[in-house]
């Protein structure tokens, strides 16, 4: 525990800024989203509606999700001195595939197959797409 609590020490103004930016971001998209529900007499889709009936072609996005909040809070670093373009490829490669079988998926995927994407891209950047020192 005593690790932890030196990181979050030493890292305090990065962590506060990540905070911000989520907050940000998060306020943006309600703000968006409250101004498109406004519109929706003027068929302007909010991003609630898009999502329930786009399920089965978002399934990259799960992905891309998973992977990259795995790249942010645990980043795995790794001593070799080896170019970072391999992993970014390789999970990139795989969340184009995930965008083409999405297009040709006629149903939503379960929340089990969901929650295996999102843990999958998260497994996948960890894995072969770690930080190269």
Same mark, same amino acid.
């Given at each position: 525990? /005593?690790?932890?609590?030196?990181?979050?020490?030493?890292? #305090? /103004?990065?962590?506060? +800024?990540?905070? %911000? =930016?989520?907050? =940000? #971001?998060?306020?943006?998209?309600? $703000?968006?989203? %409250? $101004?498109?529900?406004?519109?929706?007499?003027?068929?302007?889709? +909010?991003?609630?509606?898009? =999502?329930?009936? #786009?399920?089965?072609?978002?399934?990259?996005?799960?992905?891309? &999700?998973?992977?990259? *909040?795995?790249? %942010?809070? &645990?980043?795995?670093? =790794?001593?070799?001195?080896?170019?970072?373009?391999?992993?970014?490829?390789?999970? @990139?490669?795989? *969340?184009?595939?995930? @965008?083409? %079988?999405?297009?040709?998926?006629? +149903?939503?995927? /379960?929340?089990?197959?969901? *929650? #295996?994407?999102?843990? /999958?891209?998260? *497994?996948?950047?960890?894995?072969?797409?770690?930080?190269?020192?």
């Amino acid at each position: 525990m /005593s690790k932890l609590k030196k990181f979050l020490k030493k890292h #305090l /103004s990065e962590i506060r +800024t990540i905070k %911000i =930016v989520v907050a =940000v #971001l998060l306020a943006l998209m309600v $703000v968006i989203d %409250i $101004v498109l529900v406004m519109l929706e007499g003027k068929d302007f889709p +909010t991003f609630s509606l898009v =999502v329930k009936q #786009l399920r089965h072609r978002l399934i990259w996005f799960t992905f891309l &999700y998973g992977g990259l *909040v795995a790249k %942010i809070f &645990y980043n795995r670093k =790794v001593g070799e001195k080896e170019k970072e373009v391999t992993g970014l490829l390789a999970f @990139f490669s795989m *969340v184009f595939l995930l @965008f083409v %079988i999405g297009r040709h998926l006629e +149903t939503a995927p /379960s929340l089990f197959l969901q *929650v #295996l994407l999102l843990l /999958s891209g998260g *497994v996948l950047a960890y894995r072969a797409w770690p930080q190269y020192q």
